[in-house]
């Protein structure tokens, strides 16, 4: 059984910085597109940011120049973290992996738990 165990989250004040991790197993981090997700009550989740095992990144355009996304690979571990955080990035925020690159959480063959970021005003 594949599992993401994520790890972070929490409550923030407008303007500060989380940091979320992702583990997962060695087969998983070397051989799958790992992503970052948010989703909000009634939408879809939304790609925020992912990277290959080249450590090729993309970041989501809501996020872009506020977030990055890094792997460890000795820890088999990729992290998001989250700087300048507005009340609009208030989401459930959840990792997955994709055979290859994806931006649909549809094309996501695996997920963490999830874990939830509340920004404050």
């Known amino acids: 059984q594949v599992q993401l165990i994520e790890s972070g989250g929490g409550l923030v004040t407008a303007g500060g910085s989380l940091r979320l991790s992702c583990a997962a197993s060695?087969?998983?981090?070397?051989?799958?597109?790992l992503g970052w997700f948010r989703q909000t009550p009634g939408k879809e989740r939304e790609f925020v940011a992912g990277?290959?095992?080249?450590?090729?990144?993309q970041i989501g355009d809501p996020v872009k120049g506020r977030f990055s996304i890094s792997r460890d690979n000795a820890k088999n571990t990729w992290s998001l973290q989250m700087n300048s955080l507005k009340p609009e990035d208030t989401a459930e925020y959840l990792c997955?992996?994709?055979?290859?690159?994806?931006?649909?959480?549809?094309?996501?063959?695996?997920w963490g738990q999830g874990t939830q970021v509340t920004v404050s005003s």
């Open positions: 997955g992996a994709s055979r290859s690159f994806r931006l649909r959480a549809s094309e996501y063959q695996y």
């Open positions: 060695k087969r998983i981090f070397s051989d799958y597109y």
């Open positions: 990277i290959d095992w080249r450590g090729s990144v």
